[in-house]
């Protein structure tokens, strides 16, 4: 029986150490794409070229430790000896390798009779990393960097501290307005009777299915007809419209799940309908409210589609700001690298800092059009 | 439930003052909206002309945008409840739905019916074409191309995506930090697509052959350490689709898991230990009896991702732009608007994509009313 207990246990520890071995790998596959980013934002812009940015973590390297001198005498078209080895210029042209692990490598032409000795020595710590690419791609002024040769770069700005505080500006009414307008609608259809309470009602599922794609075209008709391209006013109109179905539908089946019997008294003591829906239902919602919001936030946040059709080159919100960096400057890695993390920022720190509401936030959103 | 409505009308005083109070009434009730209006029309005009500095206009456009739309239902509510009790009944409901629906008629219900009109129409929306934008979408090269690799987004990028999370499901359902591996996992889904098309772009850059190029993409570093010669990974169809597929995985196999993982702690443990006892090994029982009771899951998350794909634009737009073979529906669509400015056919691509959606999207509304997250 002991024994028997023994093996099993045994058994169970490896079956642990695999799965946790197997899920160790896959975690670190997926960590990794989005780490070489944030390390590579760090570093210096003619350095990312000069080697990986894996290259920071502890690693061995050639390091050039000593430079020879061959003898005059010697005739470098015959067999050579440096350091005990016998060998020749072609043969050392290639890079020898020492008994003792060093490498030989012959420099420049046959005349400068220079062979350099290379050692293999542990490279705990890159040192240069700077903050200078999130200053650069911040500011809209003129910037200087070195590119991939060396040559000092004069270029503008990308601007994307704007482009952040246009996300701001874009996101927050695009999160709130829609809230706002499907609770009262919600609370409507739930609570108040009135004609065509239920066709207009499925009309609104029915719209779940609209692809936004549907809406651009004559969207953008009628606003470069009223002049609203390239306005916040635009974006939150848009975002606000497509995001409608989807928070009237989750908001109407949490509204109307709630008990009956406590709007009825709070009628009895004379509240108007106006006053029982801002002071008891819009409190008593709030877990509906924060999961739709953080996914109608993320939504907007990281929409670039919308903002592409409606804002065009006015007021650019971060996704399309780093996306033309992407055509104009594709090989500009230290700006890019920076800018991407930026536009991570704010989902990311909401991601952390609201996890359980976020995963049910998105697990709602699932069923957006 | 309208008692206390009933109780709070008042039952009128004389002929003369009922007059003065109606007239004082309606000035009031004109009063108030025209200043609302006033307010927000200066807001709208100081948001357009202004030359303020950045962070005061966002702050201003925040609270005019957010405060506006308070105001107005606060206005409207005002307004019906200062007038006599039948009127009160009968528009209060609109002050509740009405905005809502007229964005929804504004933003959806209406543009559904526009572009398909459009969609029979010629490029400047001129002249009436019959079917031939349908005819285009379904013949030219480029949009056989594009269903083809839609078509490829949805089978590749869906079962990887269902396989993988259902994969980390399990398996980090067994361990002690599950917490951590499916944060781990999930956290892409809050990274935008131009955000991680800068990410893949950097895990795929090519730097060419030459003397003394060190590849900076992890993918060329590797194959070269490997031994062999580093490629343009975005450039070689067919295989550039599966490397923009990749990135699909990666961003949506925390979706997937997410919800697998809350299905399978919902599989009894006593259905798991009777089939253990009689002698079930786990891969047994993960096909028997795991797969058979979240099968609802399953299918509502492969329909999700599948819409998902069939939408797909950002990724492929960041990373190709559509060339080189990659391009998708999606993108068609903004570049026959976009790019060559033809009305028509955008429409017609439009009202493919909706026609291709509904379906799935019905089965999954059905799907999410017998769930009921909240």
């Given amino acids: ?369 | 439930m309208q008692a206390a409505d009933d109780l709070q009308s008042d039952g009128g005083g004389g002929v003369l003052g009922w007059l003065g109070g109606t007239i004082g009434r309606i000035l009031v009730s004109l009063f108030v909206p025209i200043v609302t209006f006033v307010v927000l029309w200066q807001g709208f005009i100081f948001l357009r002309d202004t030359t303020a500095a950045k962070p005061v206009i966002v702050v201003v456009a925040i609270v005019w945008g957010v405060g506006g739309v308070a105001l107005l239902f606060a206005v409207s509510n005002w307004l019906i409840e200062n007038m006599p009790l039948v009127w009160r009944r009968r528009l209060l409901p609109f002050v509740f739905v009405g905005p809502g629906l007229a964005l929804l008629g504004w933003f959806l219900a209406l543009p559904t019916v526009r572009t398909l009109v459009l969609s029979l129409m010629d490029e400047t929306s001129s002249q009436f074409v019959g079917l031939s934008n349908y005819l285009f979408a379904f013949t030219d090269r480029v949009m056989l191309e594009s269903f083809r690799n839609n078509l490829q987004w949805m089978v590749f990028g869906t079962a990887f995506c269902v396989g993988m999370g259902l994969l980390i499901a399990v398996l980090s359902d067994r361990t002690r930090y599950e917490t951590v591996y499916k944060v781990i996992i999930f956290m892409p889904m809050a990274i935008s697509f131009v955000g991680a098309g800068v990410i893949w772009k950097f895990m795929y850059a090519y730097r060419g052959e030459g003397f003394g190029v060190t590849e900076i993409g992890l993918l060329n570093a590797v194959v070269v350490a490997l031994g062999g010669t580093s490629q343009a990974w975005l450039l070689h169809p067919p295989w550039n689709n599966y490397f923009l597929i990749v990135i699909m995985v990666w961003l949506q196999t925390g979706f997937a898991m997410v919800i697998f993982s809350s299905a399978i702690k919902g599989v009894p443990g006593d259905l798991l230990e009777a089939a253990r006892v009689d002698g079930a090994n786990e891969v047994q029982v993960f096909f028997k009896i795991t797969i058979p009771y979240i099968q609802g899951t399953l299918i509502t998350v492969t329909t999700t991702i599948v819409i998902f794909s069939l939408k797909l634009f950002d990724i492929v737009r960041v990373m190709t732009g559509g060339n080189n073979g990659t391009n998708v529906i999606a993108n068609e669509f903004y570049i026959q608007r976009f790019t060559y400015g033809h009305a028509g056919r955008a429409s017609a691509i439009a009202i493919l994509l909706l026609l291709a959606v509904i379906p799935v999207m019905i089965y999954n509304l059905r799907q999410f009313s017998e769930r009921r997250t909240f």
């Fill in chain 1, 1 to 369: 029986m002991g024994a028997s207990t023994a093996s099993i246990k045994k058994q169970r520890f490896t079956s642990t150490l695999l799965v946790n071995g197997v899920m160790i790998v896959i975690c670190v596959l997926w960590l990794i794409p989005t780490l070489g980013v944030f390390i590579t934002s760090f570093r210096q812009s003619d350095q990312i070229f000069r080697s990986g940015w894996w290259t920071i973590f502890p690693h061995r390297e050639w390091v050039e430790v000593a430079e020879l001198k061959i003898d005059p005498a010697v005739d470098v078209d015959g067999p050579i000896t440096v350091e005990g080895v016998t060998t020749t210029f072609d043969e050392l042209r290639q890079g020898i390798q020492l008994p003792d692990g060093r490498q030989l490598t012959w420099h420049g032409n046959k005349r400068t009779r220079t062979v350099k000795v290379f050692e293999q020595q542990w490279k705990i710590f890159d040192t240069s990393l700077t903050l200078e690419n999130y200053q650069n791609v911040l500011t809209g002024k003129e910037i200087r960097f070195k590119d991939a040769a060396g040559h000092e770069i004069l270029r503008q700005g990308n601007n994307l501290g704007d482009a952040f505080m246009n996300s701001v500006a874009v996101t927050v009414p695009s999160t709130i307005i829609p809230i706002l307008i499907a609770a009262f609608a919600a609370y409507g259809f739930a609570w108040l009777d009135f004609p065509g309470r239920k066709v207009f009602f499925i009309v609104v599922v029915a719209l779940l299915v609209v692809p936004l794609q549907l809406a651009l075209v004559p969207i953008l008709q009628d606003y470069m007809r009223l002049q609203l391209n390239g306005t916040y006013l635009a974006m939150w109109l848009a975002h606000t419209g497509f995001g409608l179905p989807l928070a009237i539908y989750l908001l109407f089946n949490y509204i109307g799940g709630l008990p009956r019997d406590l709007l009825e008294s709070a009628f009895i003591d004379g509240a108007s309908h106006f006053t029982i829906f801002t002071r008891l239902i819009l409190p008593l919602s709030v877990p509906a409210l924060a999961s739709f919001a953080i996914f109608q936030f993320l939504w907007v946040w990281n929409d670039y589609l919308v903002a592409l059709v409606f804002l065009g080159d006015a007021n650019r919100v971060v996704t399309s700001a780093l996306a033309a960096m992407v055509g104009e400057k594709g090989q500009d890695w230290h700006l890019l690298t920076s800018g991407a993390f930026i536009s991570m920022l704010l989902p990311l720190t909401v991601f952390f800092a609201l996890q359980r509401y976020f995963v049910r936030g998105l697990l709602a959103g699932s069923v957006k059009g």
